[in-house]
């Protein structure tokens, strides 16, 4: 079935370095594409999603490109702050409309 | 900002007894699910429901679970006797459409449960 596969955590960087999660996928379809956040002790937000090839999801200063040909869909960031510590976790939408995640990865950003 | 509300926001219970979980989905929403989170491990799906029965459930949800929208509002979640790896935090999302594969599932805040 569907399925979604992302970096293993944890992730520690200093604050206002590069960040990138990776996150490949495997569809039989043409699944939407989301990152999820979760700050400690919060549920799951939405971060940015995209819902088509090509398309850029943005918000909060994080990107992340569905790319079709790479099966991709990897969250970068320019400059991390502290604030961003979180679980990040890859997810997609499959033609049944129903949610698959990847494992979550941890970051944790140091001043 | 519409949202999804669970109560309660954490539950203690003794292994065997039943527990039920309650959320109120984003009120035009159509579409509604559990999902749920054993610490440390990834969000994994239970069950979704539409139209007053269930659409897809996952190998986890067996017979001990069950769903229920006893009302216009609330979408419950029953465990019938907890077993200590039903502790986790428990999801309940919601979405509006099934037609645009690009609408939002909105999620709760999480209803933690402990069996003990």
């Known amino acids: 079935g569907d399925s979604v596969t992302q970096m293993e955590g944890p992730v520690t960087l200093s604050e206002e370095a590069f960040l990138t999660i990776n996150c490949t996928y495997t569809a039989t379809g043409y699944p939407s594409l989301f990152w999820y956040v979760q700050y400690p002790g919060e549920g799951l937000q939405l971060l940015l999603k995209a819902t088509k090839a090509d398309d850029k999801g943005s918000n909060k200063g994080f990107e992340a490109t569905y790319r079709k040909e790479t099966t991709s869909f990897h969250l970068e960031k320019g400059s991390v702050q502290v604030s961003d510590s979180a679980v990040y976790f890859c997810a997609l939408r499959d033609n049944n409309n129903d949610m698959r995640f990847g494992a979550g990865t941890r970051l944790t950003v140091k001043p | ?116």
């Open chain 2, 1 to 116: 900002e519409p949202e999804v509300t669970q109560t309660p926001s954490h539950q203690v219970t003794q292994m065997g007894q039943e527990v039920i979980l309650r959320c109120v989905p984003i009120s035009n929403h159509l579409y509604f699910y559990w999902y749920r989170q054993i610490l440390g491990q990834k969000v994994e799906f239970l069950v979704s429901f539409y139209n007053n029965e269930i659409s897809e459930k996952s190998e986890i949800f067996d017979d001990q679970f069950s769903v229920e929208r006893p009302d216009g509002s609330n979408f419950t979640l029953k465990i019938r006797s907890t077993k200590l790896e039903d502790s986790a935090m428990y999801f309940c999302a919601s979405h509006i459409s099934w037609a645009d594969t690009g609408n939002t599932i909105y999620f709760g805040e999480g209803s933690w449960l402990t069996v003990v």
